[in-house]
């Protein structure tokens, strides 16, 4: 079993950043794509942000050039960077791991971007 659990969500004012983190652990030989989700009350979950285990990125156009996501292979984490935060970027986010062929996910973080 793989469990992932996220950190860093928080209350922030709109143009500030914010950290988050997500630490995979369990039976892991290797981890595939690991990525950032999003729902924000009313909506659907969407992507934010994918890497692949080659380190390629993918992000949805209302996140580019404000966030980052990176990985470590070494401790199995994921992070996203989020600069720049928008009223609109407030939601739940949910980190996402490929592991042996299975999908996993975190309980979830809020981040709530409000003056």
């Known amino acids: 079993q793989v469990q992932l659990v996220e950190s860093g969500g928080g209350l922030v004012q709109p143009g500030g950043s914010l950290r988050l983190s997500c630490a995979a652990s369990g039976s892991i030989i290797s981890i595939d794509a690991m990525g950032w989700y999003r729902q924000a009350p009313g909506k659907e979950r969407e992507l934010v942000a994918i890497i692949t285990r080659g380190g390629n990125t993918v992000y949805v156009d209302m996140v580019k050039g404000r966030f980052t996501i990176s990985r470590d292979d070494a401790k199995n984490t994921v992070d996203l960077q989020m600069n720049s935060l928008k009223p609109e970027d407030t939601a739940v986010y949910y980190c996402?791991?490929?592991?042996?062929?299975?999908?996993?996910w975190g309980q979830g973080t809020q981040v709530t971007v409000s003056s």
């Open positions: 996402n791991a490929g592991v042996h062929s299975r999908q996993y």
